[in-house]
């Protein structure tokens, strides 16, 4: 199985700053990684796909980056909507798996 | 609008059996594969199965091998998640997703339901 390794787990930040997190694989997934966005009580949303394709009517100050084992999601400046949990996700491979979670909360 | 609506949550004895369903509205269910996702409480998401548009090709995590099973009735643009021999460990929201899978990498859960609650207690 491929295990996804988010760093940080829990992000504290402020309105407008960047902030970047990191998902590590524990074996190549190429390109086959998506990012999710998590409010509290919600279902997940599509963020981005491919590792670094923006799904349609999602802001573009998030971007994601990478391939391989290593991939980031950037928010360039941090909107107070922005404060939720974020997973990465590999389909590369079955079992399809998650990263544990970074909980973005405001400063 | 494209919407995906989970019912059959509830509470079920362990050992018990469940059978959630998924209903699709403004979209062709049978078009696309559709999966299952599960999130214990205040836990992370964890996928739980997969099945491909005629139902021929299923995958599932290892924990639920054995006890789950999914299938979809496309003339009813319908996916379900039949869960038999329940744990305490399979109490979560369990949300049903369509799954846009490509020739590349572009896969990804794009359209997500509300979810389901199962809880598993005597």
């Known amino acids: 199985d491929i295990q996804l390794t988010q760093s940080p787990s829990f992000l504290s930040a402020s309105v407008g700053d960047r902030v970047t997190i990191t998902c590590r694989a524990s074996?190549?997934?190429?390109?086959?990684l998506a990012w999710y966005q998590q409010k509290p009580g919600k279902a997940p949303k599509l963020l981005i796909y491919?590792?670094?394709t923006l799904q349609s009517g999602v802001p573009s100050r998030f971007s994601g980056s990478g391939s391989g084992t290593e991939f980031t999601l950037t928010i360039s400046s941090l909107q107070p909507e922005d404060f939720a949990t974020y997973y990465c996700q590999q389909l590369k491979t079955y079992p399809i798996t998650f990263g544990q979670g970074t909980r973005l909360e405001i400063k | 609008e494209v919407q995906l609506v989970e019912s059959g949550g509830g509470l079920v004895q362990p050992g018990g059996p469940l059978r959630l369903s998924c209903a699709a509205s403004g979209l062709t269910l049978g078009i696309y594969w559709m999966t299952w996702v599960r999130q214990a409480p205040g836990k992370g998401l964890e996928w739980v199965a997969s099945?491909?548009?005629?139902?021929?090709?299923?995958y599932y995590v290892d924990s639920v091998k054995g006890r789950f099973t999914i299938s979809r009735d496309n003339s009813k643009d319908s996916l379900y998640l039949q869960m038999n021999s329940l744990r305490a460990e399979d109490a979560a929201v369990y949300y049903c997703?369509?799954?846009?899978?490509?020739?590349?990498?572009?896969?990804?859960?794009?359209?997500w339901g509300q979810g389901t609650v199962v809880t598993v207690s005597s």
């Open positions: 074996q190549g997934t190429s390109s086959y």
């Open positions: 099945i491909n548009q005629g139902g021929s090709e299923k």
């Open positions: 997703a369509r799954f846009y899978v490509s020739s590349g990498p572009q896969d990804a859960f794009d359209i």
């Open positions: 491919a590792a670094s």
